[in-house]
């Protein structure tokens, strides 16, 4: 028989997952995925953990140099925050334009990395801030690179069966500026087929450094592009060398895809749109 527990805390989160060793278990966070993916419940003798009640998994805050988001927070509470709209450019992006108000409003930042999706917006932003995923489970926790909780099998993640996203690290870089854009198929309620992040220092004099490329929907949602980042470095007249960075990597990553002369186009405008966010964004931090 499926049960069902809304643990009030983390340690009794921690504690049911326990004592639901041997079982399936479903830890529901804003539920927007899970509950279209499970329309039809039948997974007999499973364990329904509901997370939304669990205050530690909540709150945005500025902690030294870095930005401290709770996995459970929602992406219209990330969107409309002070803090992240200053520390996490990019992240806010992602944000803002994910689906509808509605879903918005109950899905989560956690709950959009766990759930891995080829397609998801925050993992390749969070990537491209340099975001750490903190792990909790009953008996340890670490803390890896958000694209570390990622895998090449869609929908899958790498974390073991007993362990919970709690929180992201954010560093705050003095002088970096950041953005996220996507291409979907229409205009509103949107799922990406293509979408990147970039983050970079930049001077005084426009030039941008320390870039860090992510790339998503390319059968992960953030695959890093090297050669994208040098070409932003070098910034060709026109971002030239970014669109051809990022022609080339789409290709290396899709070959004989359906989607890969469609991906091949619409990377280079997304390419010119999110630099062009970028250097606007670079122009009012050093104004």
């Known amino acids: 028989m499926t049960s069902l527990a809304v643990p009030e805390s983390l340690d009794e989160l921690l504690s049911l997952i ?21 329309r039809s419940f039948h997974d007999e003798g ?11 998994l909540r709150g945005i805050r500025v902690s030294g140099d870095a930005l ?8 219209s509470s990330i969107a409309s925050n002070s803090n992240a709209t200053r520390a996490a450019a990019a992240l806010c992006d992602a944000a803002s334009g994910m689906g509808s108000v509605q879903i918005r409003n109950r ?32 008996s340890s926790s670490r803390t890896i690179p958000v694209e570390n909780v990622l895998s090449r099998v869609p929908d899958k993640n790498s974390l073991n069966e007993d362990e919970v996203i709690t929180s992201f690290v954010i560093p705050i870089k003095e002088g ?26 930049c001077d005084d004099l426009g030039h941008f450094t320390d870039a860090r490329v992510y790339v998503g929907t390319l059968g992960s949602a953030a695959l890093r592009c090297e050669a994208a980042e040098k070409a932003l470095e070098l910034r060709e007249d026109g971002f030239q060398g970014l669109r051809r960075a990022l022609v080339e990597f ?12 469609y991906k091949k186009s619409a990377i280079q405008g997304l390419a010119l749109d999110v630099a062009a966010k970028l250097a606007s964004r670079a122009r009012r931090e050093n104004a």
């Open 176 to 201: 970096y500026v950041s953005a996220f854009g996507k291409v979907g198929s229409r205009s509103e309620v949107s799922i990406a087929r293509v979408n990147m992040a970039v983050c970079a220092r």
């Open 250 to 261: 789409v290709e290396s990553a899709i070959p004989g895809r359906a989607s890969l002369q």
């Open 107 to 138: 899905a989560t930042i956690g709950g959009n990395v766990a759930n891995a999706s080829f397609a998801a917006d925050t993992p390749c932003a969070l990537a491209s801030l340099r975001a750490q995923a903190v792990i909790a489970s009953p």
């Open 18 to 38: 326990e004592g639901c060793r041997g079982r399936r278990i479903h830890l529901l966070a804003g539920g927007t995925d899970w509950l279209i993916t499970h």
């Open 68 to 75: 401290i988001i709770g996995s459970m927070e929602t992406m």
């Open 46 to 56: 499973s364990a329904v953990l509901d997370m939304s009640r669990v205050q530690e």
